[in-house]
């Protein structure tokens, strides 16, 4: 049982990660009424710093509200654009609640101009980014935090970067324990967990946070760890952090029944909805698909067939009926998001 397993006690806090085209303003939304008071932090999705500080439309937009509780990630490779950006920020949007910077990103187009994960090959820029927003920050009641990786195939300096942090006064670091060259493939390396200590700055996991045995492995790590990211693991399954803080405190994770799915299918694309076209609400859904159509029964012939709908009702109601009708194939059969 749950409850025999979890001997820790800690309380972690559950944090919706920043993904690139995905934890837009819907999305965000989505997570917080699926989750209610089990999500304790909430990130954007990553944002151009020299957008930000040029005053960019386009970058400009993907702000958010200025009444949303949120972190707003920002990335580049100059410690005045991040600063300025951090600037704007908390100037006009008093209902953020921190900068976090990218340092992890591994796309090479993010790497090649020397932002994301580059970061993490030049230790003394990094310095200089953190000390500048430090200063922006200093005063605010605001936090700062950094994403990083564990580092460079052969340069894997995760133990130097965590350092810098913790003794330039950042307050958490998000923690990936894959490396730059891995992208998203193979394992996060959990085990280099037993090498950090920290003074103040705390450690947040982000990795392979798909179910509830993923999340109890975290949880063995607690002397370390104190906040948990999902990330892929949400899709199809935004209460995937609700799970966790079940477990966490030793209970069962509720069951998801067929009607509270349906129900969230149609809520997540009329949120999205609000922000795009149904063109591009459309493109933004489909990424979803496989996470809504998970353990189903002969998926791929049937995941197919709804990629290759060209209209978001059309779609919509093949998903449903597609989930549906594997649930009426077995009666009683309900969704579990464990």
């Not at 949120?271 to 998970?294: C, H, M, N, V």
């Not at 709908?309 to 998903?319: H, I, K, R, S, T």
């Not at 989930?323 to 194939?329: G, V």
């Amino acid at each position: 049982m749950i409850g025999e397993k979890m001997n820790k006690k800690k309380e972690f806090k559950l944090v919706l990660a920043p993904m690139a085209g995905v934890t837009n303003r819907a999305y965000r939304q989505l997570i917080r009424e699926t989750n209610f008071e089990a999500v304790d932090i909430i990130f954007t999705e990553m944002i151009n710093a020299t957008g930000i500080s040029r005053l960019d439309n386009g970058t400009l937009n993907l702000l958010p509200d200025w009444d949303e509780s949120c972190f707003v990630q920002i990335y580049g490779n100059n410690a005045l654009d991040l600063s300025r950006a951090a600037d704007y920020i908390l100037t006009n949007y008093s209902k953020v609640e921190g900068i976090d910077v990218n340092a992890a990103c591994p796309v090479r187009k993010v790497v090649r101009n020397g932002s994301g994960s580059a970061l993490l090959h030049d230790p003394d820029k990094l310095k200089e980014i953190i000390k500048q927003l430090r200063i922006i920050v200093e005063g605010t009641g605001k936090s700062l935090s950094i994403k990083i990786r564990k580092g460079w195939e052969g340069y894997e300096n995760y133990l130097e970067v965590i350092n810098i942090c913790d003794q330039l006064g950042v307050d958490f670091v998000s923690f990936h324990g894959r490396t730059v060259e891995q992208m998203y493939s193979g394992n996060a390396d959990m085990t280099v967990l037993d090498k950090i200590k920290t003074e103040r700055c705390e450690v947040f996991w982000t990795g392979d946070v798909f179910s509830v045995e993923s999340i109890q492995n975290i949880a063995e790590y607690s002397d370390v760890v104190s906040g948990i990211l999902f990330a892929r693991g949400t899709f199809g399954n935004p209460w995937i952090i609700s799970d966790a803080k079940e477990v966490l405190n030793g209970r069962e994770p509720k069951s998801i029944t067929l009607q509270e799915k349906i129900d969230t299918i149609r809520r997540h694309v009329e949120l999205l909805l609000e922000d795009y076209s149904p063109l591009k609400a459309l493109g933004q859904f489909k990424r979803f698909i496989a996470g809504y159509t998970k353990g189903i029964r002969d998926v791929r012939q049937k995941r197919n067939a709804i990629y290759r709908m060209n209209d978001l009702n059309e779609l919509v109601e093949l998903l449903i009926t597609t989930i549906s009708a594997d649930y009426d194939d077995e009666p009683g059969k309900i969704c579990s998001s464990k």
